[in-house]
């Protein structure tokens, strides 16, 4: 992850694989993934990932309106 974040400029310390798994966990919610399928695609033992779930749709509010 550090190699290819360096490969196209990005700052690496803002990422880890975690980070991926909790991006994955909100894309496929966006996508109409089910619980279950989040968590078995994930290889979340627990549900944990509904956290982040949580947290992306509260930041999310308001987002049209900061738009225009």
């Keep these: 992850l550090k190699t290819v974040a ?3 400029g990005v700052a690496f310390g803002n990422y880890s694989t975690h980070s ?3 991006g994955g966990a909100t894309a496929l919610l966006k996508g ?3 619980s279950l399928s989040i ?3 994930g ?3 627990s549900n944990g990932f509904e956290n982040y779930l949580v947290l ?3 930041a999310s509010v308001g987002l ?3 738009m225009v």
């Design 32 to 34: 109409k993934a089910d």
């Design 6 to 8: 360096a490969l196209i």
């Design 64 to 66: 049209s309106r900061r």
């Design 43 to 45: 290889r979340w033992m």
């Design 20 to 22: 991926l798994r909790s």
């Design 56 to 58: 992306a749709a509260k």
């Design 39 to 41: 968590k078995l695609l």
